[in-house]
């Protein structure tokens, strides 16, 4: 039978117009890293199966798995020469041995853990079982053996009756300790006392009042002034200044050796040591002094500033209250810039000055000692109490000098030996209460005087020297001594209900 042809094809086998003829093969661009990566390597086609095929010509690459056995090996484990085909261990069939097989273990019924059929059985704890008391042997019963069969028939050595009684002895010791000590303690009233003792040491730190005491201390001595023939004298404090041992106190501490110059001075350091004293200079007014001692090397008193202090500041005061050497007290600042007059005993005239307030306790023998403050620096020279009684005990309101002050009068005083103050050439007192003003009222005018020559004249009532209020007659004398001597000073005064305004060029006492 002959094949026609069909009819949407030619005889030449071309596409008729109704098939779609196939697609175009679509090459994507090949990566050329990534082909030299996961490409074929060079010079190989098709798949990689077929690098080890052998070729129809016996030619083709074998693939090596492992290398060949060595020869020692392939001769020791191998099969012998001509047992190809025969299994390592023979059946017993085949060798002609004949014998009963062993039963399998799970035969044996008598024992359930053999028996994989066996059922789970709840059995008692496995514990081992009790003897019977019939069959326990039983010890022989001891002889017992009486008190004069222990001591004096030898059953018993004599070492251990020893040891007896050793215990025995120590057994009644202790019993008559034990009854003693209950005894002698039984009573309500006495006993053995157990005290809660404080710990040894106790902080101290920098700044405390214990560690002031210690660093100003030593710039602290103790002044002896005695008249010759006298069995006592006159007792003090002073405060080294100058590390050539200048020594600032009160002028009335050393009043019996400025008039007496056979009169001793002793200054007493507080370690004990005693050395001499010379005065340097004194003065009255301000009732300070500079003596000198001859030491090497003392402890000087670091010197601060007056004029910061301020109501309420911590300070404490350094000296030799009573003749008690080395004694500190605490306090605050009470009143600063505060005028005081003191003295005046035994016709001496009285001395007035701006003085620190403060409630420190400040006794006789604490004049011409220390006034610090917080940090431990020199603010005041102690100088005057105010008491209500006669013996002039501590009530709680002593006065200082100033350190600025102070310093002032010791230079000049170690310089020169005295001190020029400024005067106004006036006597004056303090107004009567009720008056109109308060101040200083001008009692007489000394003639040729300062006050006179810039036209003060008496009656009137001074209330303002320079920068200073004055409200009474200490406050004007304090005023004008703090300005120098020469200087020209504004000076307020009220005349008849008017206030004046007059240029007064102070002198000199």
């Known amino acids: 039978m002959t094949d026609q042809p069909n009819a949407n094809s030619d005889q030449s086998g071309a596409v008729g117009t109704d098939r779609l003829g196939p697609r175009p093969l679509e090459r994507p661009a090949v990566d050329q890293q990534q082909a030299a990566v996961f490409g074929r390597p060079h010079g190989v086609e098709g798949a990689f199966d077929k690098l080890y095929t052998p070729a129809p010509n016996g030619n083709g690459q074998k693939l090596t798995l492992a290398p060949p056995t060595p020869e020692s090996l392939a001769e020791a484990f191998s099969r012998p020469a001509g047992a190809e085909g025969v299994r390592l261990q023979r059946p017993l069939e085949a060798s002609g041995e004949t014998g009963a097989a062993e039963d399998p273990l799970w035969t044996d019924t008598s024992d359930p853990w053999r028996d994989p059929a066996a059922g789970a059985v709840l059995a008692g704890p496995a514990v081992v079982p009790e003897e019977d008391e019939a069959e326990k042997p039983k010890l022989p019963k001891g002889a017992q053996l009486s008190l004069p069969e222990v001591l004096f028939g030898r059953r018993v050595q004599p070492k251990a009756l020893a040891l007896l009684g050793i215990v025995a002895l120590v057994i009644g010791a202790v019993g008559g300790l034990v009854g003693w000590w209950v005894a002698d303690t039984g009573s309500a009233l006495t006993g053995s006392a157990t005290i809660s003792e404080a710990e040894a040491a106790k902080e101290r730190p920098p700044g405390s009042l214990a560690d002031i005491a210690r660093r100003v201390s030593p710039a602290v001595v103790s002044l002896e002034v005695v008249k010759p023939g006298a069995d006592s004298g006159e007792q003090g404090s002073g405060v080294v200044i100058d590390p050539r041992g200048y020594v600032l106190t009160n002028e009335h501490v050393v009043t019996a050796a400025v008039g007496d110059a056979a009169a001793k001075i002793t200054a007493v350091f507080n370690d004990g040591t005693r050395t001499e004293a ?36 911590a300070v404490i005061a350094v000296g030799s209250p009573l003749a008690l050497q080395n004694s500190i007290t605490a306090g605050i600042v009470s009143a600063v ?4 007059t003191a003295g005046g005993d035994n016709g001496a005239a009285p001395v007035t000055y701006s003085a620190i307030q ?14 610090v403050d917080s940090t431990g620096a020199l603010v005041g020279i102690n100088s005057a109490i105010r008491s209500s009684s006669s013996d002039g005990g501590s009530i709680g309101i002593g006065f200082a000098i100033p350190s ?5 009068i010791a230079k000049a005083l170690i310089k020169d030996g005295k001190v020029k103050h400024a005067d106004i050439g006036i006597n004056a007192a303090s107004t009567v209460a009720g008056s109109s003003t308060m101040g200083a009222q001008v009692r007489n005018v000394a003639p040729g005087g300062p006050a006179a020559s810039a036209g003060v004249k008496e009656g009137d009532v001074i209330t303002k020297v320079g920068d200073h209020v004055v409200r009474d ?14 200087q020209v000073v504004p000076v307020q005064l009220a005349r008849d209900g008017a206030l004046l305004v007059v240029d007064v060029t102070l002198g000199s006492d």
């Open 278 to 313: 010379k005065i340097v200079g004194a003065d009255q007014k301000t009732d300070l002094a500079v003596v000198k001692v001859n030491v090497t090397n003392p402890v000087v008193m670091q010197v601060g500033k007056s004029s910061e202090l301020q109501v309420g500041d």
């Open 404 to 408: 600025d002050y102070a310093m002032k």
């Open 473 to 486: 007659s200490a406050e004007l004398t304090v005023a004008v001594r703090s300005h120098d001597p020469g």
């Open 337 to 340: 810039d505060r005028p005081v």
């Open 358 to 371: 403060t409630d420190a306790a400040i006794n006789h023998g604490n004049s011409g000692g220390a006034l």
